[in-house]
């Protein structure tokens, strides 16, 4: 896209963190201006995280115009709020080809730029990984400032109260930005905490309080009463004006809530809290979608877009009397609520992903029996364990990526004790633009190691509704359902049929060659083999839909009168489903050949779903010339 330079007169002279240091306070206002115009024209037109970063326009600027950047640290929880912070370091121009293969990274990543200190694409991790810098920054007797930034929806993951909880029993010099975007800030409280923060961070108030500490000390006795006495003075000072004791109690020193749009107080209150020593935790309150009225009143629906945003007016429908086919995700969705309402013991579990995930509609049907425990994968799955170990049919909805934290717990809490849970995969296989963080390509693999585990795929919308209902109620213990990002193949049926465990369904019938596909790949076997019937093969397709257990009378069966054998998955092949077909012919001792095609032993870039897997040669033309390689000489034509 063609770039308007003259609608950014100061952000375009704005090179590097350097230049901007260079600028005098008063013109950071209109930076913030054209940074946050900015933003909203590219993503508008390109797509991309849009909410978050609007919000964290002021923060970003204000954070590089106080820290010394790159020597500094700045440590991002997740990255989806990180577009200010590329734009301000070299990356402006390059905006427009975010998430586009080739294009700049939609996260944080430090092979891109110096300032991506840390790379994340999973939220609740910048606290521990800041207090790794910072804890390195000591043995190594260096010296720079290491500042956290953690929003409000990362702190309900685990792992950040963990990684505060450790700084501070460290009491390492560290800084944790809290982004707060839950509530608005009430102009009143906001100024009585303004003033309380100007005082309770000034130098001159913290040089008295350590001479007060230091004086203490010559009187043993007396001292430990007026040290008590101050800290409970100062503490519930700050627990009237305040929110902050929960952050005391861990060790943190609080400042806030202050406003985070204002970029001049942001600059005054990180430069009084720069030097101040021990874990200081600075909360600021800001506005999703901050400057863009409809990313404001609907932070969900504009948290991230698509190409589909006409500025400052609303989001485009297309109008079509054809029905719309759904989403993968809205299929599960609907199909949870017709379960729901026929069954009052099915709960359904989400971490944060209510939309995502296609619960919302059924939180508001079923607002007691469907539970957002919030960005805690592992409490989520040990959770639903809990709620089937009482005879609850429980239905945890986890996209792919995200599950993987909660490996542990699916192994201790579920598969160990045999629990009847039952995992909906949403995102599994290739996701797209958000790249390598969030590509649901490991699932099959780490979930087909677990004993006890059913693993499974659906080769269309109607097999997903199908095998959630044959999960619920046939199949014994923990069951997998994986299922990928995007549209469905066509409108599912108004029904639900039983699916008998471990089979799988035999779609074409040939011979001497049999393609075994898993989920949406099946759909592109089909298409391959009007390739290769072209060249005069005739291969068997099998819907492999369950990788765990596998059907091995079907296989056997296969096995007597086909030679070649391929399976297809979008999935890691390192112990994948071709791992485990190949771990069924050793057993055997059969020697047919096996190809196996999948995802590679690397992690696989951003860019649309198609563009993937064409790379990846798992399109249909890239699936038919690896197997014409394969049988090359069966059928006479150089290998290619």
């Given at each position: ?95 427009p080809t975010i998430r586009k293969k080739g294009g700049i990274s939609g996260f944080l990543k430090p092979s891109e730029s110096e300032y991506d200190v840390y790379g ?142 204002n970029v001049h107080k942001l600059v005054k209150m990180l430069r009084q809290i720069k030097e101040l020593k021990g874990p200081i935790l600075l909360h600021i309150m ?355």
């Open positions: 896209m063609e770039i308007e330079k003259g609608k950014y007169k100061l952000l375009f002279q704005v090179d590097s963190p350097e230049e901007l240091r260079k600028l005098p306070q008063k013109l950071l206002p209109q930076l913030c201006t054209e940074l946050r115009n900015y933003i909203i024209d590219v993503i508008t037109k390109v797509g991309g995280h849009f909410g978050p970063n609007l919000g964290a326009v002021e923060l970003t600027v204000a954070l590089h115009y106080v820290f010394d950047t790159p020597k500094d640290k700045i440590v991002f929880d997740t990255g989806h709020q990180g577009y200010p912070h590329k734009v301000l370091t070299g990356r402006r121009d390059l905006l994340a694409g999973h939220a609740s991790t910048s606290i521990s990984a800041a207090l790794g810098f910072a804890t390195a920054r000591d043995l190594l007797k260096e010296d720079y400032k290491v500042v956290a930034v953690i929003g409000d929806g990362a702190l309900t993951g685990g792992l950040a109260f963990e990684g505060m909880n450790n700084c501070g029993f460290q009491k390492r010099d560290i800084i944790v930005v809290f982004n707060d975007n839950g509530i608005s800030i009430d102009p009143n409280v906001s100024a009585i905490s303004t003033y309380f923060n100007e005082i309770f961070s000034s130098r001159t108030i913290n040089t008295v309080r350590e001479t007060i500490w230091k004086a203490t000390d010559k009187f043993p006795h007396f001292g430990d009463r007026l040290k008590e006495f101050l800290s409970r003075l100062e503490g519930g000072l700050k627990s009237i004006m305040t929110p902050g004791m929960l952050f005391e109690a861990l060790g943190f020193n609080y400042f806030g809530p202050i406003n985070g749009h800001t506005e999703k979608g901050k400057g863009y009225p409809p990313a404001a009143n609907d932070y969900t629906k504009l948290h991230a877009i698509s190409k589909t945003i006409e500025k400052e007016t609303k989001v485009i429908e297309k109008i079509d009397i054809q029905p719309q086919i759904p989403s993968y995700s809205d299929v599960f969705g609907d199909a949870v609520i017709e379960l729901m309402e026929k069954d009052e013991k099915i709960v359904a579990i989400s971490a944060a992903m209510l939309t995502g995930t296609g619960l919302l509609k059924a939180s508001q049907l079923f607002p007691t029996r469907v539970f957002d425990v919030g960005i805690a994968e592992g409490h989520a799955v040990t959770y639903a364990c809990g709620l089937a170990a009482k005879g609850i049919l429980p239905i945890c909805a986890i996209y792919s990526t995200f599950l993987q934290r909660a490996f542990d717990h699916i192994i201790h809490d579920c598969a160990l004790q045999n629990l009847h849970v039952v995992f909906a995969l949403d995102r599994a296989g290739l996701v797209g633009e958000d790249g390598p963080t969030h590509h649901g390509t490991f699932d099959l693999a780490y979930l087909r190691l677990i004993p006890n585990m059913i693993v499974s795929a659906p080769k269309n919308e109607q097999e997903l509704r199908n095998l959630l209902y044959s999960s619920l109620y046939y199949y014994p213990g923990p069951v997998a359902i994986r299922y990928p990002r995007g549209k469905a193949f066509g409108i599912p049926e108004n029904k639900f049929e039983y699916i008998p465990l471990g089979s799988w369904e035999e779609i074409l019938t040939g011979k001497d060659l049999a393609l075994l596909a898993v989920g949406k790949m099946v759909s592109r076997a089909l298409q391959a083999c009007e390739i290769l019937e072209q060249y005069g093969l005739e291969p068997t397709v099998i819907n492999s839909r369950f990788v765990k257990p596998l059907d091995e009378p079907l296989l056997t069966k296969i096995l007597s009168n086909h030679n070649y054998l391929v399976t297809i998955e979008e999935g890691t092949l390192l112990g994948g489903f071709g791992s485990a077909v190949s771990e069924f012919l050793t057993r055997q001792r059969h020697k047919a050949k096996l190809l196996m095609l999948g995802i590679p032993d690397k992690f696989i870039g951003h860019g649309t779903q198609d563009e993937l897997l064409t790379e990846l040669g798992l399109d249909p033309k890239g699936i038919a010339n690896s197997v014409l390689s394969f049988v090359a000489e069966k059928v006479n034509i150089p290998a290619k």
